[in-house]
């Protein structure tokens, strides 16, 4: 029996006077950590914990009525999961509304991680299919979706710009977009295969100097002027894999864009078009350089070439370096998969 009582060690809010189970767990130090809370709550929420607490509870030797192990006078288990875990996993339970993740929040998956990690063990559906569609908010599954976050993106930018130490609220531009290696983290350990070619498409721009951790040791030196960083060490050796073999491909994706592209002839044999289509190239060559990194990026520029040049090819020969630019966008985006090996 456990006779024992630790006041000190009861979570400060999971602790209910009314509760009529006592579940107890490690925390990362070592001690334990207790939560009384309601027999019903746990089984309305997961058949797993229904079909054990159906079981009928051990009695203590030689008793009818006395349980084997109690706390503060009701049934005591030992869970086999962290007091972390516990700890989120049951504040959804108990308080939905107050667990609600903000969109962009480059923590989501930190935040969710305990959660999804018992409510996929202890097969809660509903509170694994309300995670699931926070993550997949943040990180498009279609190319139209990638585009609307774009533009989002572009006008967040402008906004911190136009701050003269980059905060908005209190917050640089890197705390109100989605992180990329968290999420791939989560996406790989629980099995959410439709944000990943987002997210390692969003990785595959930043460099591995860009560390969260790092940038944030002195936030005015990069974090002030727009900086985007990664998680980097929540990737593992296949993650990093998979990363450069993506990297890799779309380097390829955006040297064909010279030739493929800016490479073709005018249809209608007007010699002026030839150096317009060099020029245009050599200008994303010269004077985009960061977003030589991201052939999305590039082929979308393609499609509005108006808007960035004064001298341009014939009308016939930019109407087709815009269709040309949308169906190699569309095939770059359903490839993503591939090019990051996410289908092995």
């Known amino acids: 029996m456990d006779n024992a009582y630790y006041p000190d060690q009861h979570h400060p809010t999971l602790y209910f006077d009314d509760g009529n189970v006592v ?56 869970m086999p999961d962290t007091a972390e875990d516990l700890a989120s996993f049951l504040g959804v339970l108990y308080d939905p509304l107050g667990t609600a993740y903000k969109r962009f929040n480059p923590n989501t998956p930190v935040l969710v991680e305990g959660t999804l990690k018992l409510a996929t063990k202890y097969e809660c559906d509903a509170i694994r299919t309300r995670i ?30 136009q701050q003269f130490t980059g905060k908005i609220n209190g917050l640089y531009l890197d705390d109100r977009l989605p992180e990329p290696a968290s999420a791939i983290r989560v996406a790989t350990d629980y099995n959410l295969p439709s944000i990943l070619p987002a997210a390692f498409y969003q990785l595959a721009l930043l460099s591995t100097d860009a560390d969260w951790d ?11 002027f727009g900086a985007r960083t990664a998680r980097w060490r929540l990737l593992d050796k296949r993650d990093l894999m998979r990363l450069v ?33 060099t020029e245009c190239w050599k200008y994303f060559q010269e004077n985009a350089p960061i977003s030589m990194d991201d052939p999305l990026d590039i082929l979308y520029d393609c499609s509005r070439l108006e808007t960035l040049f004064t001298d341009l090819p ?31």
């Open 23 to 78: 579940l107890s767990a490690r925390t990362q130090d070592g001690s334990f950590q207790y939560f009384r809370v309601h027999h019903s709550v746990l089984c309305r929420h997961s058949p797993v914990l229904a079909d054990m607490f159906a079981l009928p509870p051990l009695r203590a030797s030689g008793s009818r009525d006395m349980l084997e192990e109690t706390y503060d006078g009701v049934l005591h288990v030992q």
């Open 132 to 161: 699931v569609e926070n993550l997949e908010a943040d990180w498009p599954q279609t190319l139209a979706q990638w585009d609307a976050r774009r533009s989002e993106c572009i006008l967040l930018r402008s906004e911190h710009a």
């Open 214 to 224: 790092e940038y944030r040791a002195n936030p005015g030196k990069h974090l002030r």
């Open 245 to 277: 073999h993506g990297q890799k491909v779309l380097a390829g994706h955006t040297r064909a864009i010279g030739t493929d592209i800016f490479g073709k002839r005018c249809q209608r044999g007007i010699k002026v078009c030839a150096k317009a289509r």
């Open 314 to 344: 014939c009308g016939a020969c930019v109407q087709d370096i815009a269709t040309s630019a949308e169906k190699k966008r569309r095939e770059l985006w359903r490839s993503l998969p591939a090019i990051f090996n996410l289908q092995a």
